[in-house]
T-cell receptor
Framework: QKEVEQNSGPLSVPEGAIASLNCTYS??????FFWYRQYSGKSPELIMS????GDKEDGRFTAQLNKASQYVSLLIRDSQPSDSATYLC????????????FGKGTLLTVNP | KAGVTQTPRYLIKTRGQQVTLSCSPI?????VSWYQQTPGQGLQFLFE???????NKGNFPGRFSGRQFSNSRSEMNVSTLELGDSALYLC???????????FGPGTRLTVL
């Protein structure tokens, strides 16, 4: 089983729709989880962090965490063409000195 | 607060040469991680340093090495460059533990 798995893309949604990005992880000890956005040719940018089970909202972004299911997701409401990017999920692995382990990412395209 | 800085931003080398990349973390951050990113390969973890000690290491050959100085600045070195080493090299810093990690703009290395 891969350490961090993200839903295979590319994911294409129309402008104004909700984009749903999913991620599962294997380290049951993970307590902190991060979502990064990466535009083509640029470095990853941190957009959300979540530490507790449940939902965390920040503007149009909502992160959801379920530690029992080892599942974390990112919802983007009212998707805009500027949201088109690769989204990376990254839990910290306590068992590996808090190493941040990245998934391969999901490419999101928002069509005008 | 200044972000993570990396120098140089672009570099062209020939096979067999060696290269040193530099990273200055966000002020107060003691953890510095290095990643390699190539098209289609995602973020590949190289190593992480915390307070001058290598805390985690990825699966890269010994040609890739790094170090961290007492002021938390870090360098990575690649010896005997190969064509396959052409990539975007990213540095990221963190306070450590469960805290968020922030990326620098990256150094794009081209090996001819």
């Amino acid at each position: 089983q891969k350490e961090v798995e993200q839903n295979s893309g590319p994911l294409s949604v129309p402008e104004g729709a909700i984009a749903s990005l999913n991620c599962t992880y294997s380290d049951r000890g993970s307590q902190s989880f991060f979502w990064y956005r990466q535009y083509s040719g640029k470095s990853p940018e941190l957009i959300m962090s979540i530490y507790s089970n449940g939902d965390k909202e920040d503007g149009r972004f909502t992160a959801q965490l379920n530690k029992a299911s080892q599942y974390v997701s990112l919802l983007i409401r009212d998707s805009q063409p500027s949201d088109s990017a690769t989204y990376l999920c990254a839990p910290r692995e306590r068992t590996r000195n808090y190493k941040l382990t990245f998934g391969k990412g999901t490419l999101l395209t928002v069509n005008p | 607060k200044a972000g993570v800085t990396q120098t140089p931003r672009y570099l062209i080398k020939t096979r067999g040469q060696q290269v040193t990349l530099s990273c200055s973390p966000i002020s107060g951050h003691r953890s510095v991680s290095w990643y390699q990113q190539t098209p289609g390969q995602g973020l590949q973890f190289l190593f992480e340093y915390f307070s001058e000690t290598q805390r985690n290491k990825g699966n890269f050959p010994g040609r890739f090495s790094g170090r961290q100085f007492s002021n938390s600045r870090s360098e990575m070195n690649v010896s005997t460059l190969e064509l396959g080493d052409s990539a975007l090299y990213l540095c990221a810093s963190s306070l450590g533990g469960e805290n968020e990690q922030f990326f620098g703009p990256g150094t794009r290395l081209t090996v001819l």
